[in-house]
DNA sequence: CATGAATGAGACTTCATTCAT
DNA sequence: CATGAATGAAGTCTCATTCAT
């Protein structure tokens, strides 16, 4: 049963133990997709990368470790692509939309790493706080900017993510389409102060969304504190 | 180890069998709160209630029957309550606020009720369905009485589930008090269209909420469908 | 859920108690033959005789009593539908036709209680011992009149019921028709020396069977010892 | 609690896995010999075989698995030696007879293994169908060479497995020697129209009995379908 | 590193049996 | 007698984790 995925690609010229590793890394993405962090099973996630259950203690200390790790990496992948999409742009309220709406681009395009984050982001806190501190930046510009009224704390940004999550759900599942993400954006730029007309024309303004690219990242990277957003 | 709460208090007067079901009810919201419904265990729940294992059975087919029957009370007792406080009011924007503010603070008075609602709102889908159907009416009313300019369907009510469940976590983590209820309320007035000064101003109008009864209804009550908002 | 059965009829004309005892004993007959004595469990039999749990240890011990009481009850009424069939027979191999081919049409008339006895012979060794004491005094009388080469004895007693039983679940289970006692039969009397011809006629003579008669016997009767066969 | 017997005997040479599998398959036989399939627990083949409950689960996937792989590997031990025994023999009634006196013989030198069989039987329909065909190719054979007048068919095989059966279990409770196995042959050939004096001297004709022979087979052979019968 | 058998705690569930009403 | 809630032992099975190879 072999789940081959980003990170076997990506270490498909490294050594054996970091191919085993991303193996594992791949099929704990599929098994947190499928059947949520709590129901998934060391065992189950093993099995799916083909190698024997006692493996995945050597290289992770446990589902919390793995977990950790997982989402770490899919979350500075998806910043490090959606940081490369917004490059030139420099208006806050096109720089939130284009985050947005290329994060759930390449959630989209990579189920599973979708639904990982979705299903585990109760379990791992540190998500949030990565995310958190990505999406500040751009929504501390728009203040800045004259273009947002609303202050920006805490509990208005744990405010988007969750419409960002709930919005990402929605698509997953098939009830929306791809208009979810500039639904979203519209609603939440709406929310946070910006002109009504504009905000409908910023989140539905064609762009150019990157596909899905799998050069994640390499183990352990340092972190990484760009002043930009992951959303 | 006894957990005593508001099941309990409610079937005090009755028969034994009664009591013991309310006992495991309660025992259930505190696990479920505490744990999550995933990694509550049956074991556990007939342990708080201080009865036997067993004894869960007689009263229970598993796990998901009995978190059924606690978020279907707990939903239908929010809602009674939440009905009664708004009886009054006929402005949508107003009835959306108090129900949303009247929902935190009944939550947040039962700290063990918001966290089981929280914490198995994905795995009760029918707490869902019937949370947008309270919803959906005020909603539709503030549309019909041109209050509100965005459209209503399925994916604005899931977000703004999401971003009131999710001020009801900040506010139950301790992380914001009881102005959470104005700040979401307000929040989606303005991304519904409703205008901004007057979002505030409803928003944070003085209104009086009700404390927590512990009146909760009978078992099988004939199901509620008043025209009304649950939040 | 309402089984009724012989036992309930015979004793609806007595007190409540024994009528109880009666719904019990159908009921029990009725899980036993359905789901076999290991299997069937006290609360099930109680089911299905519409009575509380508790109710049960009113009328029995445990399983195996009630197991001891329904078999031995049905062996005494088979015993005594069969002496009735054969009163007026005097040779022994057709005495022992007659018996296993009236035994069989009894149980193939009343299906749960032939499913009953095969799938509880194991655990009621007094039933056991009952039909072999009938069975030996008709198998002498042959022995005696010098139709039965064969000397009697435990063993091939044990043998002919073995027979006996693996027949009659062939046809309850629908493998054969009718015919399966009448073969049975044959076997038997060729293997006990009978000649071929004369055990064919006779196994095979038409012969009237009495139906399924409900009167079964009174409650602890004093033990039948008549010099006959209940096969 | 050790259980030490002819699989683990089989499997001293083998790996670690292989021996702990045999420990306990000859733990699920003295457990089915004792208690019987339906009463048999898998805590207890465990305890027995001296390992952790949960290592049972690592080789079988449940009781009725453990007792398939118990049974098909008695059978085919079974069948294997029987054959063997019989290479020589053409004569269909003393194949017969030499059948059934082996398989008697080999049940009786290992009666956890006899008892087994004998309770689990009807719990093992694949052994019925096993033993069915194995048996009738000698039958058939003994009416081609004119042996038997008997008819052969599914409804008087089973009638000879129930005597062959019967006769094992008072042979294994010790209510009969091994002149068990030499009076059921008798009967049987008797029965099937062979002549009594012959068949008595078939049945009692002094034999080489071979003893048991405990290499067993190796799991999974191809399965045998020799033109011979396994009694 | 990789293996995979072994472990044993613990989850779920059933059921014979008791006992207060 | 009848009730049926309550009990707790016992069974089934899963799973994170360890360890010898």
């Known amino acids: 049963m072999n789940i081959s995925g980003p990170f076997a690609l990506e270490a498909r010229n490294l050594g054996k133990s970091a191919r085993t590793r991303a193996r594992l890394m791949d ?3 599929a098994v947190f997709a499928r059947d ?3 129901a998934a099973s060391v065992n189950e996630i093993a099995r799916l990368a083909d190698v024997a259950n006692g493996t995945f ?3 992770f200390k446990d589902k919390d470790a ?7 990496r899919i979350a500075n992948d998806f910043a490090r692509q959606i940081d490369e999409a917004m490059s030139q742009i420099e208006d806050a309220a096109e720089r939130f939309s284009c985050a947005t709406r290329q994060f759930m681009e390449l959630a989209a395009a990579q189920p599973r790493w979708g639904w990982a984050l979705i299903r585990s982001a109760w379990y791992a806190p540190e998500l949030h706080r990565q995310m958190e501190s990505f999406m500040r930046a751009d929504l501390d510009r728009g203040v800045k900017q004259g273009l947002f009224t609303r202050t920006i704390d805490p509990f208005i940004i744990d405010t988007i993510l969750s419409m960002i999550f709930s919005a990402l759900a929605a698509r997953l599942r098939g009830d929306v389409g791809e208009e979810a993400a500039s639904r979203v954006s519209e609603l939440v730029l709406c929310m946070l102060g910006y002109p009504s007309a504009q905000a409908h024309a910023v989140a539905w303004s064609p762009i150019v969304l990157k596909g899905f690219n799998t050069q994640v990242l390499p183990r352990d990277p340092k972190p990484r504190r760009a002043a930009t957003s992951l959303v």
Chains 1, 2, 3, 4 share one sequence.
């Open 27 to 29: 099929a704990a993405v």
């Open 36 to 38: 949520g962090f709590e």
């Open 57 to 59: 203690y050597v290289h």
């Open 66 to 72: 793995i977990a950790a790790d997982v989402t770490f």
